[in-house]
C-alpha cells in the first residue's frame, strides 16, 4: 500500500515539477505553467468566497431595520469594496506573488487609470457621494433633461431611471452631480400638479368654483390634506380661466392621468349644469364697403 502512495507521490511531483520547467521569463520575471494554475485555482476559490461573503453581508445588510434603502445599498457598496480588498491581498499572499515585479509597468498603468478610466472612475465616486448626501436614492420620482423617471437603482456607473413608457435610462452619475436634477420626492413625496380649465363669460363663477372642487375631490389619487384648491387664473381673450391645484402623493404613478380623470369629471358636470367651455370666435365688423365692391354686390 505504501508503495502505491509513493508511486503516485512521485509521479505527482514530477508532473509539478515537468509544469514548473514550462516557463516564460523576462528579467527576473519568471512564469511557468504550474504558476498559471496555480493562481487560476486560487482566483477561482477566493471569486467563490468573494460571493459567499458578499451574498452573507448583503443578507445581514438587508435584515437590519435601521438601514433605509440608500443606507442599505451604500452599506452595500462599502462593504464589496471592502470585501473585495480583503480577498485580493490575501490571494496575493497565498500565491507568493512580488508586486515589486510590476513596478515596471506601474506608470503605464497609472498613466491607463487616468486618461482611459478617469470618467469611470469618477463616475464610481460619484454614485458614492450621492448614496451618502441621500440626495436621489431608489424610487425617486426625477426630472433630468426634459425626462420624467423613478430611480430603480444606483449602480456603480450610472443612475437607472424608468420612464412612464417602460423606457429605462441609464444616467451616468457624474451627470446627476453636475446638472440640475428635479426631484420631486426629495424631502416628500407630497407633488402639487395644476390643471387649467376655462368657461364662458356667461357661466356662474360660484358654482364652477364649486364643481371644481368637487370634481376634483373625487378623485381617489387626489389628497384630502392639503386639499385641493381653485384660483381664478385670468380673464381670457375668449374665457375666463381657472387653475385647479391639486396634491398626490405617488407621483412615480403618473401625473397625467390624475389630470385626465379630473378634466373628464369635470366635462360631465359641466354638460349636467349647462356650463359652456368656450372656443376661440372670431367676430368681423365691417365699418365701410369701397363702392365698386357695393356696385357689383348689387349686380
Not at 507521490?9 to 509539478?16: D, E, H, K, N, Y
Not at 402639487?192 to 364652477?208: A, T
Amino acid at each position: 500500500m505504501n508503495s502505491v502512495e509513493d508511486k503516485v507521490v512521485g509521479t505527482t511531483v514530477r508532473l509539478f515539477d515537468g509544469l514548473d520547467d514550462i516557463a516564460l521569463a523576462v528579467g527576473h520575471f519568471r512564469v511557468s505553467v504550474l504558476d498559471v494554475l496555480t493562481w487560476s485555482v486560487v482566483a477561482v476559490g477566493l471569486f467563490l468566497v468573494f460571493k459567499m461573503s458578499l451574498w452573507s453581508v448583503k443578507r445581514l445588510i438587508r435584515r437590519a431595520s435601521r438601514f433605509d434603502a440608500a443606507q442599505g445599498l451604500l452599506a452595500e457598496k462599502i462593504a464589496s469594496i471592502v470585501i473585495f480588498a480583503i480577498v485580493f491581498f490575501i490571494g496575493i499572499d497565498l500565491v507568493g506573488f512580488d508586486l515589486s515585479s510590476l513596478a515596471f509597468f506601474s506608470g503605464a498603468l497609472g498613466l491607463a487609470v487616468g486618461f482611459g478610466l478617469q470618467k469611470t472612475f469618477g463616475n464610481f465616486i460619484a454614485g458614492l457621494i450621492l448614496l451618502m448626501d441621500r440626495s436621489v436614492k431608489p424610487g425617486d420620482v426625477i426630472v433630468v433633461n426634459d425626462y420624467f423617471g423613478a430611480i430603480s437603482k444606483i449602480g456603480t456607473r450610472a443612475v437607472s431611471m424608468i420612464t412612464r413608457d417602460g423606457k429605462e435610462f441609464l444616467i451616468p452619475n457624474e451627470l446627476l452631480m453636475t446638472e440640475t436634477v428635479e426631484n420631486w420626492s426629495y424631502s416628500s413625496k407630497n407633488v402639487r400638479i395644476q390643471i387649467p380649465v376655462g368657461v364662458s363669460y356667461n357661466s356662474d363663477l360660484k358654482r364652477v368654483e364649486e364643481i371644481l372642487i368637487e370634481c376634483t375631490a373625487a378623485c381617489n389619487r387626489v389628497l384630502k390634506n392639503p386639499k385641493p384648491n381653485v384660483w381664478l387664473k385670468e380673464f381670457g381673450d375668449n374665457s375666463v380661466n381657472f387653475e385647479i391645484q391639486a396634491w398626490i402623493r405617488d407621483p412615480e404613478s403618473g401625473v397625467g392621468n390624475v389630470r385626465s380623470e379630473v378634466l373628464k369629471a369635470i366635462w360631465w358636470a359641466f354638460k349636467d349644469e349647462g356650463i359652456e367651455i368656450p372656443f376661440p370666435q372670431r367676430d368681423v365688423h365691417l365699418k365701410s364697403v369701397p363702392d365698386g365692391m357695393a356696385m357689383r354686390e348689387r349686380g
